[in-house]
Structure formats: C-alpha cells, structure tokens
C-alpha cells in the first residue's frame, strides 16, 4: 500500500510561483514512475509533468515554466510552478505505480487569479 500527500497549493496572483511537494508513504527510488497531474472543473484530469529516474517530461502548456524534481532520501517529489497564468488553475494530483497499482493521493487546490 502506497500513500501520497499532496500539499502547497493556494491562491496566487498570475506571474507568482508556487511549490507542490508530494510526499510518499514508501521509497520513491522504487517507483516506476512520478507523476503530476491537474483537473480543472468541467475538464479531463490532464498529465503535468513526470521523472523517471533522472528523465523529466513536461506538457507542452507548461514546458519551461514548471520544474519537476524528487528528493529520494525524503521520499519526496516537488512541482515548482513559475510564471503561472490563470489557466492553471486546478487540484494537482500526484501518480505513480507500484507493483502493478496505480495510486492517487488527495489533490491539491490550485488558484491562480488574474
């Protein structure tokens, strides 16, 4: 059984910066994969970025504005969130899979005003 727990969202004027943390209950080096996903009302749940190992990938909507990165000792995978626009605006989720599960945590809110 694996838990994920979100936190760092929040309200934020359009241009700040916010930093999501996703902290797991087991060891994330043994994980496929870390996911960052997003849903905002009325839309699909849409993937934001991912590491595997040391690859990153990004949507095309927030290349260059969003960083994705994992800190294995703490069990811990982080989106800093830069330059962001109103359009943003969603619960961010955290994914990954392990041994054949895929697991959610709760979701974090995410409000960019503009």
């Known amino acids: 059984q694996v838990q994920l727990v979100e936190s760092g969202g929040g309200l934020v004027q359009a241009g700040g910066s916010l930093r999501l943390s996703c902290a797991a209950s087991g060891s994330i080096s043994s994980f496929n994969y870390m996911d960052w996903y997003r849903q905002a009302p009325g839309k699909q749940r849409e993937l934001v970025a991912g590491i595997i190992g040391d690859r990153t990938y990004y949507s095309d909507s927030v290349k260059g504005r969003f960083t994705i990165s994992r800190d294995n000792a703490q069990n811990t995978v982080y989106l800093q969130m830069n330059s962001l626009k109103p359009e943003d605006t969603a619960v961010y989720y955290c994914?990954?899979?392990?041994?054949?599960?895929?697991?959610w945590g709760q979701g974090t809110q995410v409000t960019v005003s503009s």
């Open positions: 994914n990954t899979q392990f041994a054949a599960r895929n697991y």
